[in-house]
């Protein structure tokens, strides 16, 4: 069974202040892993994926597989950060690839 | 640019109707979801279709059915709606290979009365 941890439910910080979001997961295989976006009535969306290993508006997420983590993080948080964010892994299950979201943590980022 | 449109917005329905719950996408994507979306519980997978015709229980398939006719359309169908599934609803599609991004609908807000 693949699984998605989210421990916070809502993260407030001040704009300038730096941000973590954490995503723990657990999965027999090699994972693949994906942050998403809800803006405010807006439609899911991609933010990152791990395999990119790229910076996504100021965003980065390393796969530390030791941890089984995949934290979102960014060093000065601006006000439009401020949205729905869901941890995602995507993996094999009974032969197909299924994806699995956490229960998503609200970024509020204060003024 | 993918497209992903779920035929309502807003949907009221009342105890005990048959919903359905539409959705299309344009990029001839493979994989259909259908999830729905709560407060403190994050996205929760119903069903998923690989292809045409056919479809795979998710982690909550309980008073849910779907069907793929076509390719590009996935319907949920509330077989007796019941005020326990008031919730939003998100379809997504994403194409059959590894570390694919999926692509979201707008989202059904569904309201059983």
């Known amino acids: 069974a693949q699984r998605v941890t989210q421990p916070e439910k809502l993260l407030s910080v001040f704009k300038g202040a730096p941000v973590e979001l954490k995503c723990n997961y657990s999965y027999s295989g090699s994972p693949e892993l994906f942050w998403y976006v809800q803006y405010s009535r807006q439609r899911l969306q991609l933010l990152l994926r791990?395999?990119s290993r790229e910076s996504i508006k100021g965003f980065t997420a390393d796969l530390n597989k030791g941890e089984t983590s995949f934290h979102l993080k960014k060093p000065f948080a601006q006000e439009e950060d401020s949205a729905m964010y869901y941890c995602?892994?995507?993996?094999?299950?009974?032969?197909?690839?299924?994806?699995?979201f956490g229960t998503g943590t609200k970024l509020q980022v204060i003024p | 640019d993918v497209k992903v449109t779920q035929s309502s917005r807003y949907l009221v329905k009342r105890t005990g109707e048959k919903v359905f719950l539409e959705c299309v996408q344009d990029m001839d994507h493979e994989n259909m979801f259908w999830y729905r979306q709560d407060p403190g519980l994050g996205l929760r997978l119903i069903y998923f279709s690989y292809d045409v015709k056919m479809k795979e229980k998710g982690d909550i398939p309980e008073g849910y059915s779907v069907s793929r006719e076509k390719k590009e359309r996935f319907s949920l169908i509330l077989e007796s709606a019941s005020t326990n599934q008031t919730s939003m609803y998100l379809c997504?599609?994403?194409?059959?290979?590894?570390?694919?991004?999926?692509?979201f609908g707008q989202g059904t807000r569904l309201t059983v009365v």
């Open positions: 995602a892994l995507s993996g094999r299950s009974g032969g197909y690839q299924k994806v699995t």
């Open positions: 791990h395999i």
């Open positions: 997504a599609s994403s194409l059959a290979r590894v570390n694919t991004e999926a692509f």
